[in-house]
């Protein structure tokens, strides 16, 4: 892997994980606004969370599948 690939693997690695973090949030989101029972925000919510959790899993298959290696990958794969 070159230089350039390797940057733009871990470019790719921490924009997944902040989508993994803003899934989190928007998880939490649901919960607050499911117990308060504003059924369309909550749904909005969850929809928005599973969205960047796909993206976030989508992100680190295919860095595991480049072979590609870090010390953030672990903390990805703990969020996932």
């Known amino acids: 892997m070159t230089k350039k690939e390797k940057n733009l693997c ?3 690695m921490d924009n997944a994980i ?3 973090l803003n899934s989190k949030e ?3 989101k649901y919960e607050r606004l499911k117990k308060a029972g504003d059924e369309v925000e909550a749904e909005i919510a969850l929809r928005r ?3 960047e959790t796909g ?3 989508g992100i680190n298959d295919l860095l595991v599948s480049l072979g590609f ?3 953030k990958m672990k903390t ?4 996932l």
């Open 10 to 12: 871990e470019i790719r």
């Open 18 to 20: 902040l989508k993994a």
């Open 26 to 28: 928007e998880y939490e």
């Open 49 to 51: 969370a599973d969205q």
């Open 55 to 57: 993206y976030a899993e």
């Open 69 to 71: 290696k870090h010390e």
């Open 76 to 79: 990805l794969s703990e969020l």
